[in-house]
């Protein structure tokens, strides 16, 4: 009878969102490797470039390599800052079912560059962290950050939520989103490079 009492209560503080758990060690390794692996992919990008380079833009309304850079500083703050928004409100397993995207759907939209968007002006590149190696500098760190927090949590990344223009995010995979995020752009500075106009030195 009072296996069965643990059991009830354990169900209600379920139903009622109260009950927290962990990420696998599945999706937490699998989070680190992207979140890592996306960070090596922008570097061996940029490693080596000249100021020239850095600056270059296909056209006027395109992005230089050094913005594209500034742009990730700025989001990989403001994403994580859902993140930690998501997590100060009660876990609610009961809206697991407005999660429409899986994990991978989520990465492959946002990492295929066929669809462009135009960011909000407060993502736009301006300056605001100085030199483009203070920039870089800038992302690296809180990157590193991020990196360490998801090989530490014990926060409840599944049953937090955060709201996004095309749809309902876990917290999970918000940060999967920012991780892809990097790589769009990554990919974004590889077609700066494949310019004709490209400085070669």
């Known amino acids: 009878m009072k296996k069965i009492g643990i059991l009830v209560l354990a169900l209600t503080l379920f139903g009622f969102g109260l009950y927290e758990f962990k990420i696998s060690d599945e999706e937490r390794t699998k989070a680190i490797d992207h979140l890592t692996q996306t960070r090596e992919n922008l570097l061996s990008v940029v490693e080596g470039l ?13 992005w230089s390599i050094a913005e594209c850079v500034e742009h990730l500083a700025i989001s990989e703050n403001a994403i994580f800052e859902a993140v930690s928004g998501a997590i100060q409100v009660t876990a ?33 590149p301006s300056g605001k ?8 500098d800038a992302f690296l ?18 049953n937090h939520y955060s709201q996004f223009p095309f749809g309902t995010l876990d917290a999970y995979q918000v940060i999967l ?6 790589e769009r752009h990554t990919q974004q500075m590889e077609e700066v490079m494949a310019d004709p106009g490209f400085p070669q030195e």
């Not at 760190?141 to 599944?158: H, P």
């Not at 989103?177 to 990097?182: A, I, Q, V």
């Open 50 to 62: 000249s100021d020239e380079q850095l600056n270059y833009k296909p056209s006027e309304e395109a």
């Open 92 to 124: 609610d397993a009961s809206r697991r079912t407005e999660v429409a995207m899986t994990d991978e759907e989520l990465l492959g939209m946002i990492t295929n560059r066929s669809n462009k968007i135009k960011t909000s002006e407060a993502f736009e």
């Open 129 to 136: 962290f100085g030199s483009y190696e203070e920039t870089l």
């Open 141 to 158: 760190n809180k990157r590193a950050e991020n990196i360490q927090y998801v090989q530490t949590t014990e926060d409840d990344l599944r």
């Open 177 to 182: 989103f920012m991780s892809g995020h990097s």
